[in-house]
């Protein structure tokens, strides 16, 4: 059974930088690919960026395109989520999570399985 675990999240101020980690376990993390979501208080969970297998293809949310970057690491069973320039707007918890249909990560969330505990992100203005 697919496990992710996030981490790296915390409070910066606005402009300020952030990288968070989301380690898998429990299958082939090179046949999976990873997509990271978030969800503000009151508000539905939303994609933020998705990468494929290889990391070859990597997808973005117009709200995040030019700020945030995704990778990953075979190797290490890791992917990344480098956030620049934050606003307070991007407050959420950020959750990853592992298909190997990447198009579901991108367009239909609602039916992914495997999903990490979340780790908190807090801008202050």
């Known amino acids: 059974q697919v496990h992710l675990v996030e981490s790296g999240g915390g409070l910066v101020q606005t402009g300020g930088s952030l990288r968070v980690s989301c380690v898998f376990s429990g299958g082939t993390f090179s046949t999976n690919g990873v997509g990271w979501f978030r969800q503000a208080p009151g508000k539905a969970r939303e994609f933020v960026a998705a990468i494929s297998y290889s990391g070859g293809s990597t997808y973005y949310a117009d709200s995040v395109k030019g700020r945030f970057t995704i990778s990953r690491d075979n190797a290490k069973s890791t992917a990344y989520l480098q956030m620049n320039s934050l606003k307070p707007e991007d407050t959420a918890i950020y959750y990853c999570?592992?298909?190997?249909?990447?198009?579901?990560?991108?367009?239909?969330?609602?039916?992914?399985?495997?999903w990490g505990q979340g780790t908190q992100v807090t801008v202050s203005s």
């Open positions: 999570a592992a298909d190997p249909n990447v198009p579901k990560l991108r367009y239909d969330l609602g039916r992914i399985v495997s």
